[in-house]
């Protein structure tokens, strides 16, 4: 199982990025996916869920400025963030929570936004 985040950058207040994680030895569909991030001193947390029937939910630091979507076509998931601020400096990774309660992740992505 592998998944595979890119679309990382670094890019101004007020800018936007769209990350992606791309699955290989799992269906995306078949379980929910997750996007979290981790900033330097701080806990892991989630920013973005999409269940496996397609609901989808935020935290209210990112509600309205983030938005998770899946391709099902391409097993890919997507993390379209906008009016990105300083605070969203982190390192994004994706998971996937999968039959048995089992939960693979990916590798990070460093989106760092300056000020």
């Known amino acids: 199982v592998q998944l595979q985040a890119s679309g990382g950058g670094l890019v101004q207040a007020g800018g936007s990025l769209r990350l992606s994680c791309a699955a290989s030895?799992?269906?995306?569909?078949?379980?929910?996916a997750e996007w979290f991030r981790q900033a330097p001193g701080k806990r892991r947390e989630s920013v973005a869920t999409?269940?496996?029937?397609?609901?989808?939910n935020y935290p209210d630091s990112v509600k309205g400025r983030f938005t998770i979507s899946r391709d099902n076509a391409k097993n890919t998931v997507y993390l379209q963030m906008s009016s990105l601020k300083p605070e969203d400096t982190a390192v994004y990774y994706c998971?996937?929570?999968?039959?048995?309660?089992?939960?693979?992740w990916g590798k990070g992505t460093q989106v760092t936004v300056s000020s």
């Open positions: 998971a996937a929570d999968m039959l048995y309660g089992i939960r693979y």
């Open positions: 030895g799992i269906i995306f569909s078949v379980g929910d």
């Open positions: 999409i269940t496996s029937g397609g609901s989808t």
